[in-house]
């Protein structure tokens, strides 16, 4: 099967997919929904669009797999396991301060004045959304739970 065939087939599975999360947000307290409408409609756009322009286009894909499989495949799934696991131990708000500081040093190059300002910024942003306008406690991961668990309350 051609690359390009692949890819296509691969971008209907996901548009599929994401059609049955947005069916099953509806079974969410009106509350708890608001969210996975809003990304789910929005992915689902935007890879609608994809499809779309994967079909129109003529050319052929050209990609050495093993360049492929070094270059994107493998830092992306190491990316995603490392923040799972950073998830687990930290909570949402210590690993996202984590992973916003290490992307904005070092995978964009800015200063350490910017990194600290985009992280204090998302994380207050985070906490708004999250905390004050819907009222729920994200993960607060395990070591943060441990470490408080000796202060008295």
């Given at each position: 099967m051609p690359q390009r065939r692949e890819v296509i087939l691969f971008e209907v599975f996901l548009a599929l997919l994401i059609m049955v999360f947005i069916g099953a947000s509806f079974h969410y307290s009106p509350k708890a929904r608001f969210v996975p409408l809003v990304v789910g409609f929005f992915s689902l756009g935007l890879i609608l669009y994809q499809i779309i322009?994967?079909?129109?286009?003529?050319?052929?894909?050209?990609?050495?797999?093993?360049?492929?499989?070094?270059?994107?495949?493998l830092p992306a799934v190491s990316f995603t396991i490392g923040c799972g696991v950073c998830l687990l131990l930290f909570g949402y708000f210590g690993c996202?301060?984590?992973?916003?500081?290490?992307?904005?040093?070092?995978?964009?190059?800015?200063?350490?004045l910017i990194a600290i300002a985009v992280t204090a910024c998302l994380l207050l942003f985070s906490y708004l959304l999250f905390n004050i306008i819907f009222a729920i406690d994200l993960y607060p991961g395990i070591i943060p739970s441990f470490v408080l668990s000796f202060f008295p309350e």
């Open positions: 322009v994967d079909v129109m286009s003529r050319g052929p894909q050209k990609t050495d797999e093993s360049t492929f499989l070094q270059a994107k495949f996202m301060a984590m992973i916003l500081i290490g992307l904005t040093r070092y995978w964009f190059k800015e200063s350490w």
